[in-house]
């Protein structure tokens, strides 16, 4: 019995012993690796090192050339919580890439090549509360339902881009975003971008370096700061608007007129025909009359 309860413990320290050494063991070379966390910054690495600890919780790629993730060997992290790939290579084949990392709250992808986001690029991604994609030049197009699954999604950062165009509800259906970094793209300031700056004043959303958040095209507009630009592009959209307006009030009066015309040419007629009827019904009558006499 004593001698039972006395070996209990001695296994629970030579398994704890075992797990530690094994992960000792699987610690990427040229990575330092701390209890779950696993930082291998600035090592010029080509490739996602291939031996993470499984029960990682931290991995720190940052400033390394790395160009592709790898989603299985991804997806065995499945209790990562952070990831930090900035200033890497990674590109645009980055769908389907984050797969079964439900936990994941913190992803940067600052400083990379990114060109397209895709509602499968962080459809997986749950839990995701942070999002960095700042500083990816060739960033040109994010879907509308591109985070249409990150519903927890607090803080998201796209300064830096060559984003021209973002959709108001790939945003607006954040209900816990905070922070929306939007400087220093190349805004396209068109009457699609109305419905957008009329949303930025209405939000209590925080725009970091508001400053630098201007349209770059059309010309006319250039330079001049979200979402005040909004005065412009309602005297622009809405004055179009009015033309439309104008044709169409004219096509309906001309119908109206025209019915009109229709229905009393109708009327007239009807109203002759009734009466050569009802006077031919008298001459009739007249006639019976005279041939009883
Ligand atoms: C990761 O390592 C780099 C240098 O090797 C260090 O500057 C950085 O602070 C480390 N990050 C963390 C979160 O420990
Ligand atoms: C990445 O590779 C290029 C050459 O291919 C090299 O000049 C650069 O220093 C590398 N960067 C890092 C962070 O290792
Ligand atoms: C979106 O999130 C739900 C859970 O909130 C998940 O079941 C579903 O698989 C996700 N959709 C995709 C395409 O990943
Ligand atoms: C405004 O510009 C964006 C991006 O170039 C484009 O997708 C959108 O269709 C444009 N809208 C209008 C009304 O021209
Ligand atoms: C705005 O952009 C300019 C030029 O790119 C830069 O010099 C300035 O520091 C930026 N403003 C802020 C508040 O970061």
């Known amino acids: ?95 389907f890439t984050f797969i079964g990392m439900a936990k994941l709250v913190y992803l940067d992808l600052s400083f990379n090549r990114l060109t397209h986001v895709t509602f499968s690029t962080f459809s997986q991604l749950i839990s995701l509360v942070v999002l960095k994609m700042s500083d990816n030049p060739s960033l040109v197009q994010i879907e509308k339902d591109a985070f249409a699954n990150n519903t927890w999604l607090r803080y998201l950062d796209v300064s830096r881009t060559g984003l021209l165009f973002l959709h108001t509800s790939t945003v607006r259906d954040l209900r816990h975003l905070r922070f ?28 970091p370096d508001a400053e630098n958040i201007t349209c770059y095209v059309p010309e006319g507009l250039r330079g001049l700061k979200m979402p005040a630009v909004q005065v412009q592009l309602q005297a622009n959209c809405l004055t179009r608007l009015h033309k439309q307006d104008y044709i169409f009030l004219c096509l309906i009066g001309f119908c109206i007129f025209s019915a009109g015309t229709v229905a009393a040419w109708l009327a007239g007629i009807c109203a002759v025909i009734y009466e050569v009827h009802t006077a031919k019904g008298e001459d009739e009558e007249e006639e019976e009359e005279e041939t009883i006499t």
């Open 180 to 207: 929306l970094g939007l400087s220093d793209n190349p805004w396209h300031c068109n009457c699609s971008f109305l419905d957008f700056t009329t949303w930025m004043t209405k939000t209590n959303i925080h725009f």
């Open 1 to 95: 019995m004593l001698l039972a309860g006395g070996s209990q413990p001695l296994r629970l320290i030579c398994f704890w012993g075992m797990v530690l050494a094994s992960e000792k063991f699987s610690c990427p070379s040229t990575c330092s690796c701390q209890y779950l966390e696993v930082n291998c910054t600035g090592q010029q690495l080509q490739e996602f090192p291939a031996t993470i600890p499984l029960d990682s919780r931290q991995l720190i790629l940052a400033t390394n050339n790395i160009s592709h993730l790898p989603p299985v060997e991804l997806s065995f992290l499945a209790d990562l919580v952070y990831l930090d790939c900035r200033e890497n290579r990674l590109g645009d084949h980055l769908d």
